[in-house]
């Protein structure tokens, strides 16, 4: 964990907040260490400045929106949503080049993405495509969560669930209180997939109440996801009830982790489901489940956080359940030495 400072890509899409909450405001946020302000134009488009007026340094959070342009708090400098100073109260001309950093952003709800890298190099790539997310085939509910760990720590456990059994037993699907089958996975240039597929067996207790599904009868269970980018994570659950003429349930668990700084990460997370969709008391029961898992998780991952910073990086051991996560730590790797001119990463 030594060396956070820069450990996290720039040219890269990050949800920087969900839809609802940027409108006709002025809304400042950190991402990636850096402060930004996000505010919606009479279009309806999102934009998204520095959080600083190049004037005075004031953040531009601390001023007011005239228009489309944020009028700064301090002294009335007027900018446009491309950054471009436009007005100067105390004086005719504005002085050449005056102008806040702008960033790209783009929507597709419920998120708002920001690319926080070489603005040219947005336009190689879309915000990844979350379609369950919209889908009105679906449910979906979600909430943010702060853990303040690097986003890292949170992709290996993303990446892990074998851990479950032993920090989460009481939730656990019943294959993993076992030796859980074999992880197989999947490999691109920028993108880590995964998948295991579990033998028949009954439901744990949750997922009978969740799904109306049977107690007495057992159901084979895929669990599957994929690491998208290093803002985003997307975990699956499918459980196969052909027996009832139902196909298959698949519970969708989207991640983005986006990171504030180095020892920080903020956490837009929705689950989507497929069945019982209108049924408000599932996703109440869903979202219990979920907030107990990921509190559980966000405690161990601070709490390992916390000593490293205490007492510094330590040499560590690998397994086969940790494959997923190191492969997802070369492809950072390769991305930040990318952006900063080297070579890939060395392989061992």
């Known amino acids: 964990m030594s060396g956070l400072a820069g450990n ?19 809304v400042g946020r950190t991402v990636l260490g850096q402060p930004v302000l996000f505010y919606r134009l009479r279009s309806g488009a999102v934009a998204a400045l520095e959080d600083r007026c190049p004037h005075r340094s004031l953040p531009l959070s601390y001023g007011t929106l005239s228009d489309d342009e944020v009028v700064c708090g301090y002294h009335g400098m007027a900018f446009g949503p491309d950054g471009r100073c436009v007005r100067v109260p105390s004086q005719e001309n504005v002085p050449y080049g005056a102008r806040a950093r702008s960033f790209p952003v783009t929507e597709e709800p419920p998120f708002v993405w920001v690319w926080m890298g070489d603005p ?6 879309d915000p990844p495509t979350l379609p369950w ?56 240039e920028t993108t ?14 949750w997922q009978a109440r969740t799904t109306g599904l049977p107690r007495d009868r057992d159901y084979a269970q895929r669990e599957s996801g994929e690491f998208v980018s290093p803002g985003l994570h997307v975990d699956r659950m499918h459980v196969f009830a052909a027996a009832e003429g139902a196909g298959s349930y698949d519970k969708i668990l989207t991640r983005a982790f986006t990171p504030l700084g180095p020892r920080s990460t903020l956490v837009h997370w929705q689950v989507s489901r497929n069945y019982l969709t209108g049924r408000p008391e599932v996703s109440d029961q869903l979202r219990d489940v979920h907030l107990a898992t990921l509190t559980a998780d966000k405690r161990l991952l601070e709490a390992i956080q916390a000593r490293a910073d205490r007492f510094g990086a330590e040499e560590e051991f690998n397994v086969s359940a940790d494959v997923a996560g190191l492969r997802a730590h070369r492809i ?4 930040l030495a990318a952006e ?3 070579p890939p990463a060395r392989r061992t």
């Open 8 to 26: 996290y890509p720039l040219n890269c899409w990050y949800v920087a907040a969900t839809s609802d909450e940027v409108g006709r405001g002025l």
């Open 120 to 125: 040219a190099t947005s336009t190689l790539s």
């Open 133 to 188: 997310l919209q889908d009105t085939g679906w449910a979906t509910f979600g909430e943010t969560l702060l853990v303040e760990a690097n986003f890292l720590l949170l992709h290996e456990n993303a990446l892990d669930l074998t851990h479950f059994p032993h920090v989460h037993p009481g939730l656990s699907p019943s294959p993993y209180l076992g030796t859980p089958p074999r992880l197989e996975i999947e490999v691109t």
């Open 192 to 205: 880590v997939s995964y998948y295991r597929d579990f033998p028949p067996s009954p439901l744990v207790d």
């Open 332 to 335: 950072i790797e390769d991305l």
């Open 340 to 342: 900063r001119g080297g």
